[in-house]
């Protein structure tokens, strides 16, 4: 079987999901494709930053916004001291907030939805195909599906296997991070600004590296 769009967007996620919002909004056919079923949840700090709010205004999600917890800028924690940082603006807003990802991306993609765009969701694809001046014109699925392209956005993540086949490296020798994420009640799930420890200590180690740059962003009470 074969199909196709004019243009394909590989991953749902809010990088996928925005650009395929605007395509369509400007009169592309876009198919998103993406090997997850959604909502889905990803490890992740669930923080907003000023520019992110900012693109999401633009998207049309102020007023889904409006209710939600506001920053006014960063503690940094750490070494001893403590220092408040607000958003600087003017550019972007002086918030910034915070959204567990099973909510923001399945948002941020039924907005692509709302826009025409139509969605391939639970299929992974596994190649790309090109054409003899090395454009792509077509991927292929795990289920064998060919699909037709005129343009291609890879948008599913920094370790993307598709990339990877395009020549995209990650840089994993020069950055290289490993996160962990878990939920919890507290009274200060209001504190009105995101909190970063820049060391974490144990018992046996005066400094743990492995684990410097823990962050809290306040999502619920």
Same mark, same amino acid.
């Given at each position: 079987?074969?199909?196709?769009?004019?243009?394909?967007?590989?991953? /749902?996620? @809010?990088?996928?999901? %925005? =650009?395929?919002?605007? /395509?369509?909004?400007?009169?592309?056919?876009v198919? #998103?494709?993406?090997?997850?079923?959604?909502?889905r949840?990803? =490890?992740?700090?669930?923080?907003?930053? @000023?520019? %992110?709010?900012?693109?999401?205004?633009? $998207?049309?999600?102020?007023?889904? $916004?409006?209710?939600?917890?506001?920053?006014?800028?960063?503690?940094?924690?750490?070494?001893?001291?403590?220092?408040?940082?607000?958003?600087?603006?003017?550019?972007?807003?002086a918030?910034?907030?915070?959204?567990a990802?099973?909510?923001?991306d399945?948002?941020?993609?039924?907005?692509?939805?709302?826009?025409?765009?139509?969605?391939?969701?639970? !299929?992974?694809? #596994?190649?790309?195909?090109?054409?003899?001046?090395?454009?792509?014109? !077509? #991927?292929?699925?795990?289920?064998?599906?060919?699909?037709?392209?005129?343009?291609?956005? #890879? =948008?599913?993540?920094?370790?993307?296997?598709?990339?990877?086949?395009?020549?995209r490296?990650?840089?994993?020798?020069?950055?290289?991070?490993?996160?962990?994420?878990?939920?919890?009640?507290?009274?200060?799930?209001?504190?009105?600004? $995101?909190? !970063?420890? $820049?060391?974490?200590? !144990? @018992?046996?180690?005066?400094?743990?590296?492995?684990?410097?740059?823990?962050?809290?962003?306040?999502? =619920?009470?």
């Amino acid at each position: 079987m074969k199909t196709g769009a004019d243009l394909v967007v590989v991953g /749902a996620g @809010p990088a996928g999901s %925005a =650009a395929a919002a605007w /395509a369509a909004r400007g009169g592309r056919d876009v198919l #998103v494709i993406d090997s997850a079923g959604f909502p889905r949840d990803k =490890a992740c700090g669930d923080g907003l930053t @000023p520019r %992110a709010i900012a693109e999401l205004e633009r $998207l049309g999600l102020g007023r889904w $916004l409006a209710g939600r917890i506001r920053h006014h800028g960063l503690r940094m924690s750490g070494f001893g001291g403590e220092v408040e940082i607000a958003w600087p603006g003017p550019s972007f807003p002086a918030h910034s907030s915070a959204v567990a990802r099973t909510e923001l991306d399945e948002r941020i993609r039924k907005v692509a939805e709302e826009c025409g765009a139509r969605m391939l969701l639970g !299929s992974k694809v #596994v190649a790309a195909h090109h054409d003899s001046s090395r454009k792509v014109i !077509s #991927v292929s699925l795990a289920d064998g599906t060919e699909v037709g392209c005129g343009q291609l956005v #890879v =948008a599913d993540g920094a370790r993307s296997s598709l990339g990877r086949k395009l020549g995209r490296r990650w840089h994993q020798e020069t950055v290289y991070g490993i996160a962990a994420r878990g939920y919890l009640t507290t009274e200060r799930a209001d504190d009105p600004w $995101l909190t !970063s420890h $820049l060391e974490l200590r !144990s @018992p046996t180690a005066p400094c743990c590296p492995a684990t410097a740059g823990f962050s809290r962003w306040a999502t =619920a009470r």
